[in-house]
């Protein structure tokens, strides 16, 4: 298949890991890719949630592709243009480390796109796995989730960070404890996931921690310093 990949670097090598042989066109911003959307067979935009009215261009455009729903759901980017739109549009998971796994965790729009869903997962060679759509799709939320509980338990003094990563791993057989999943992932993405779930939700769960927001603003000052966007 002839595949367009809109995300950083990091994002189009697990991209070629996890869908192997096709023809890829690789693209860091949005700038050049509307004049590229018909000329590939499908899209996988990692870098939506930064630039959301770019929805408007797939929609008047007959494409199919993967929008990386994490921090923005498929409704919220739809909004407005549901009616009128041409493309055939699903959300994924496209954080870091979470997309090169055996199952895509993807959402739909509606019952009727699931048939496009089905048949390009198989053109793929990829299993699927479908959940509603909502920000924070579900393993998102549950990886960000005990990792915001992981700071709030350094930041009561209850244990350290290669206490509780330990613990976790020994424990319950995690990959990776907390703070080693939020290094892989990025604690930016980690912050800004767990800010825009509790905007949509106002559940608590999702509040984060002061230490968690502490590290996040040292890290946007360190960029800052250093001229260059936290983006």
């Known amino acids: 298949m002839k595949i367009l990949v809109i995300g950083e670097t990091v994002h189009f090598e697990e991209c070629r890991q996890k869908l192997g042989d096709h023809h890829y066109t690789h693209l860091q911003s949005h700038r050049d890719a509307e004049k590229d959307l018909t000329r590939h067979e499908l899209v996988f935009d990692f870098l939506i949630d930064q630039a959301p009215g770019f929805f408007k261009t797939y929609a008047a455009k007959p494409v199919t592709g993967f ?5 923005i759901s498929l409704a919220a980017l739809a909004h407005g243009v549901e009616n009128r739109r041409k493309c055939t549009m699903f959300g994924f998971n496209g954080l870091p480390t979470q997309f ?8 739909a729009l509606n019952e009727d796109d699931t048939a496009t869903l089905k048949k390009t997962c198989e053109q793929l060679n990829t299993p699927y796995l479908l959940v509603e ?33 330990l613990a976790m791993k020994l424990g319950t057989n995690y990959p990776f404890g907390p703070f080693e999943w939020c290094r892989k992932i990025g604690l930016r993405n980690v912050y800004e996931l767990l800010e825009a779930i509790y905007e949509d939700t106002r559940d608590e ?27």
Do not use: H
């Not at 929008?67 to 921090?71: E, I, P």
């Open 67 to 71: 929008l990386n729903t994490c921090r």
């Open 205 to 231: 769960r999702y509040k984060i921690s002061a230490l968690m927001k502490k590290e996040y603003l040292a890290v946007g000052c360190c960029w800052l310093l250093a001229g260059t966007s936290m983006l």
């Open 100 to 107: 090169n796994r055996e199952f895509l965790e993807v959402s």
């Open 133 to 165: 759509d909502r920000v924070g799709l579900v393993t998102p939320r549950v990886i960000c989730m005990i990792i915001n509980e992981a700071y709030y338990t350094v930041q009561e003094g209850t244990a350290t960070r290669e206490d509780i990563d």
